[in-house]
């Protein structure tokens, strides 16, 4: 393949990372303002239980909605670059995701005096908000998933960002005095999901783009031979329950560890300080949001560069595919290297002013969690690759390992400052994630590409 077609390819996932990166952008600007509106006009105990419901359902959601987000987005993709039709792959995604919501909702009922008394303090109001998030996230994740693999990002960034858009509403309505307490913020993330679903009916209604996209192989430079491929009249009939459940269980690990990366530390705090906990696990949320910000600006790249992956690797173009991780990488570490360098010259400062309250912010801490998440992003690049390529299975291992070992160093005794042992623990977690993932990556390149990468 030319240079030339190959940077264009390149180009192509620019465009549709950039396409993705104006929404979701704005999305995390606007999420930083909802948390920043309740940390203002809440007491630190509340903020607290708002912070918890937060990792609650994100840690849900994203351990079991997201596995079949990527399965679309990657199946979707590979079915269009040879010409497959069919809709079984619809109805098996659909399928485990009815599954994966009806159970959640069976354990949350059993669940429901612990989940209420010991996660949320006894409210009822924090609970079944939690219940409806969860389950209108089902069908939120599932679009996502059709709209990335479809290449239709435009509407992907609306939907997340009118998501993001109706939830800030509620903590401006308590900024301003039309609503007040806990209660009204929370039920933002309750609305947010169901208020976004107004966007699949028009996605669903428009017809899906029938001509050439970003990755076509010839309008890129592509081979003839590649478009030339008569179409299968049926792609379908090797997809199956199992093979899409088995890609599926190994996301839903990569997820859960994921989770654990971003909401450990909030939730291990809380269950180990006693009555300080609530409190003191909010201002480890609001170190972490130094992290977790960035996956939302990040989400962009990782929404747009599986598909785009997924379809080099099915052309069996080599150094597009490798061009394309390598530049993503050395993005991220750009990104931390300028957030980090903000964080040393002015972080206490800036945290004091976002969220307020008596919290001292130390220096030292956020630098480390700024680099963490350098390392954290390139390591959720490679993971991206690794599902392109059909390392599932490998590349779960990695996570599971990496935040298990997490884990267990926010339990270990002999730490006076909690938060630091968070912030230490983060960054080692992430460098061990990042060292693996990468090692799996060159052992599944081929053998030209290992040679170049």
Known sequence: MSDSAGAANVAGYGRGASILSAGIGTTGLITYGYFALASHNLSEADYGGITLLWSAVFITVSVLYRPVEQLLSRTISERDTHGHTGRTHLRVAATIQLTLGGLFCAVALVAREPIRDELFGGSSTLYWVLIVAVLAYSAS???????????????????????????????????????????????????????????????????????????????????????????????????????????????????????????????????????????????????????????????????????????????????????????????????????????????????????GGDFDYDRRGLVLISLGMGLYLAAATLNQALLARGRAPQASAAWVLAAVGFVVFLLLPGFDDRVLQVEVGYLGAALVLCGSLYALYRAAAPKRSRIAG
């Open 141 to 355: 994740y599932f679009a996502r998933g059709f709209l990335a693999g479809s290449h239709r990002f435009g509407l992907y960034g609306l939907l997340v960002l009118t998501e993001a858009s109706s939830r800030f509403l509620f903590a401006l309505a308590v900024a301003v005095g039309i609503a007040s307490g806990q209660s009204a913020v929370a039920l933002g993330m309750a609305a947010a999901p169901i208020v976004s679903l107004a966007i699949v009916p028009w996605a669903i209604a428009r017809k899906l783009p029938a001509a050439a996209d970003l990755d076509d192989p010839v309008a890129n430079g592509g081979s003839a031979a590649a478009q030339a491929e008569p179409p299968s009249p049926d792609g379908d009939t090797d997809f199956t329950l199992a093979k899409g459940g088995g890609f599926a269980i190994a996301v839903v690990l990569i997820m859960a560890a994921e989770q654990t990366f971003l909401n450990a530390g909030p939730l291990v705090v809380k269950a180990t300080e006693g009555a300080t906990g609530a409190a003191l696990a909010g201002f480890v949320f609001n170190v972490l949001l130094i992290a977790r910000a960035p996956l939302q600006l990040f989400q962009a790249v990782q929404t747009s560069i599986l598909p785009h992956l997924t379809r080099l690797g099915a052309r069996g173009e080599e150094d597009p595919f490798r061009r394309s991780v390598n530049v993503t990488v050395l993005a991220t570490a750009g990104f931390a290297a300028i957030v980090a360098l903000v964080m040393a010259v002015a972080g206490p400062t800036v945290m004091g002013i976002v969220f």
